[in-house]
């Protein structure tokens, strides 16, 4: 199936989109597809550091006490100046979801497939959070693969790849302009290495290679898993992204 064009709807339906396509994924490489001794899990974070998906989150869950006590706001709504209300993209980010792949020699992360979505691009600061996790990541010898399905903006002219690669090689990167859309995937090292493919709206998503050690990698299979992702969008998105309406 064709790649669509995500940029014409709202940052929600693609956000429903991402999490059962990081499902698909995760089904697809604990299916058989990853070596024994590795698996991948959905993990969800909202920092903007590579260490809170460096460990497994075990922590209790936040309840409320019975007694709630204080004062309700609908009651007396407090005296300020400014109320400020997060962004739809905000609550977007703070749920993402990653795909992390472990071994099962003391559960350590080995690699991370990020799926961008507009909330990584929606402001100076999304995209820099984005770019530093993925540097994080690669300096720390985590392998990472980077699906980015979102043309470049103004505050990544040359899309997110061209951002991170710019840390590790100072020289110009420039991305095809026919063809937006960017795929890498990078094996970590002293001197990591980047394999990197670009699409346009309308080609069908290649495989990508996601490292596990030492050079040693197998192939996402991210057209399966798009499919497969796309048949649970609702009828009405899916017109509206095939402009049949």
């Known amino acids: 199936m064709p790649v669509h064009d995500w940029t014409r709807v709202k940052a929600g339906i693609f ?7 990081i499902t698909h994924l995760k089904e697809t490489l604990n299916g058989g597809l990853l070596p024994k001794g590795y698996y991948a899990l ?21 309840t409320t006490p019975p007694d709630k006590g204080g004062v309700a706001v609908a009651d007396a709504p407090p005296q300020v100046g400014r109320k400020m209300v997060a962004s739809e993209n905000a609550a977007y980010r703070a749920l993402r979801r990653t795909l992390a792949i472990r071994h099962t020699s003391g559960h350590r992360l080995v690699a991370l497939v990020e799926i ?6 929606d402001r100076r600061q999304s995209v820099q959070d984005f770019v530093e996790k993925a540097i994080g990541a690669l300096r720390a010898g985590c392998h990472l693969t980077v699906v980015d399905m979102f043309p470049p903006g103004i505050d990544d002219p040359q899309g997110m790849h061209g951002l991170i690669w710019e840390y590790f090689d100072p020289e110009d990167y420039l991305m095809p302009a026919a063809k937006p859309l960017t795929l890498a995937s990078y094996c970590a090292g002293d001197v990591p290495e980047a394999y990197v493919a670009h699409i346009a709206l309308g080609d069908k998503i290649p495989e990508m ?6 050079g040693h990698y197998v192939n996402l299979p991210l057209a399966a898993t798009y499919d497969a992702a796309w048949r649970g969008v609702p009828q ?3 017109q509206v ?3 049949i309406l």
């Open 15 to 21: 956000h429903d989109f991402h999490n059962a396509w």
């Open 209 to 214: 290679p996601l490292f596990l050690h030492d």
């Open 116 to 121: 961008v979505s507009p909330a990584n691009k």
């Open 236 to 238: 009405y998105w899916q």
């Open 42 to 62: 959905g993990e969800q974070h909202a920092g903007r550091l590579i260490a809170d998906i460096l460990t497994l989150h075990d922590g209790e869950p936040r």
């Open 241 to 243: 992204l095939e402009a």
